[in-house]
């Protein structure tokens, strides 16, 4: 009898505490809430966002930047992947930490790579009469080799 209540306490334990031992977790609890889209305020382009440090779409030919292993990169550390779904129509531009960091497209996927650490993700989608939407930012904890989830929605 002892042996049975032994075993049954047991198989509760393991069926309570299995979903928070699953492999396929995100990096922080909570990552994967979908972004509501915000509008922002309409301006003639001299109105500066906060979130905004960088919006360049050049390259510096003195970056030191290293590629993932993925790519055949050799550096210390894994960079933490953002993975980036737009479910709307808009073309949306992706800043990491405030840097410009590309498009995507509407009702399309997409990833990019950060510094593992905090990791500070927004968007935007610019319109032609100067106002926007925009999503985030949104701070997440990603370390090497994890990723975050950031998905956008109207």
């Given at each position: 009898?002892?042996?049975?209540?032994?075993?049954?306490?047991?198989?509760?334990?393991?069926?309570?505490?299995?979903?928070?031992?699953?492999?396929?977790?995100?990096?922080?609890?909570?990552?994967?809430?979908?972004?509501?889209?915000?509008?922002?305020?309409?301006?003639?382009?001299?109105?500066?966002?906060?979130?905004?440090?960088?919006?360049?779409?050049?390259?510096?030919?003195?970056?030191?930047?290293?590629?993932?292993?993925?790519?055949?990169?050799?550096?210390?550390?894994?960079?933490?992947?953002?993975?980036?779904?737009?479910?709307?129509?808009?073309?949306?531009?992706?800043?990491?930490?405030?840097?410009?960091?590309?498009?995507?497209?509407?009702?399309?996927?997409?990833?990019?790579?950060?510094?593992?650490?905090?990791?500070?993700?927004?968007?935007?989608?610019?319109?032609?009469?100067?106002?926007?939407?925009?999503?985030?930012?949104?701070?997440?904890?990603c370390g090497p080799n994890e990723y975050v989830y950031f998905?956008?929605?109207?």
């Amino acid at each position: 009898m002892k042996k049975l209540l032994m075993l049954t306490s047991l198989m509760v334990l393991i069926f309570v505490c299995a979903p928070s031992f699953t492999t396929d977790t995100f990096a922080q609890e909570g990552q994967e809430q979908e972004q509501k889209a915000r509008e922002g305020a309409t301006s003639k382009g001299n109105a500066k966002d906060p979130n905004i440090n960088n919006d360049k779409i050049t390259n510096s030919k003195d970056s030191k930047a290293q590629p993932p292993a993925s790519k055949g990169g050799t550096a210390k550390g894994a960079p933490c992947e953002v993975q980036l779904d737009n479910w709307t129509q808009w073309i949306v531009k992706i800043y990491i930490d405030g840097e410009y960091h590309g498009t995507i497209g509407g009702y399309d996927e997409s990833y990019t790579y950060a510094v593992p650490g905090r990791v500070k993700v927004y968007a935007r989608a610019d319109f032609d009469d100067g106002s926007y939407l925009y999503w985030g930012p949104r701070d997440y904890s990603c370390g090497p080799n994890e990723y975050v989830y950031f998905k956008m929605v109207q």
